[in-house]
């Protein structure tokens, strides 16, 4: 479920089961050429009008034993470290004017357009100001957090546990952000085709809808916050 683009991909990695006697270490991480016979792809519609994720399935699929990436039986160690890089660059594409409803427009600007400005030149609503400034400044911090862990990255430490943090925030803020743009463009920001409706506005709507699957990709915002109690707090397990 939620392959990334596998209609597209000519090959993908897979975690398959080589041990039953075990959890994590019964897992092996191998190369799979999507045209290998039983290999089937199937786009998953969204409520934003795309299918950028896929269902794959895999029937009586065979793959070569050179396939196989490092060790029998190890692949859950390439696979967590390739999740931390993944949810790191996940991360940086939430930036500010990026994706889920950034790449409609700025929201201060888009704000001060459709709620209009006071004497002072502000967003005239005083409420929807004090939010859009919270968000502004969470997605600045953001950016200065990613852009430290990808220097501890450069300087051969790798990504941590710590990129779940930067994720599950990530999320957040952006969805977060595509709300606001939604409210602040009102009935305009719920427009889905036809006259009557700019080109941004019809981008909002459909980055807010897309923002939905954010708490989803590179590991739901569930996981990233088990692995936060228990990777970077050190927190025991719930009895």
């Known amino acids: 479920m939620w392959t990334s683009y596998a209609d597209k991909a000519d090959w993908c990695f897979c975690l398959v089961r080589t041990d039953n006697t075990k959890k994590h270490e019964g897992i092996s991480f191998v190369l799979i050429d999507m045209k290998t016979p039983g290999v089937e792809t199937r786009p998953i519609p969204l409520i934003s009008g795309e299918s950028p994720f896929c269902e794959t399935f895999f029937t009586d699929v065979k793959v070569p034993k050179g396939n196989l990436v490092g060790r029998v039986n190890g692949g859950w160690e390439i696979a967590k470290r390739l999740l931390q890089y993944e949810r790191q660059n ?22 001060t357009q459709y709620v ?55 999320a957040e803020f952006a969805k977060e952000r595509s709300e606001l743009m939604v409210e602040a463009m009102g009935h305009q920001g719920l427009g889905w085709s036809g006259e009557g409706y700019e080109p941004a506005e019809l981008l909002a709507v459909r980055g807010w809808l897309r923002t939905k699957a954010n708490s989803i990709e590179g590991g739901t915002s569930e996981i990233n916050l088990n692995v936060i109690s228990k990777r970077v707090l050190g927190l025991p397990d719930p009895k």
């Open 90 to 111: 996940i991360s940086a594409g939430f930036g500010e004017g990026g994706s889920a409803g950034g790449a409609a427009g700025d929201l201060g600007k888009i704000a």
């Open 116 to 170: 209009g400005v006071d004497e002072t030149g502000r967003v005239e609503d005083g409420d929807l100001r004090a939010r859009i400034t919270a968000n502004k400044m969470n997605f600045a911090a953001l950016r200065q957090t990613i852009a430290r862990s990808a220097a501890e990255s450069k300087a051969g430490n790798g990504p941590s546990a710590a990129t779940s943090i930067i994720k599950y925030a990530a």
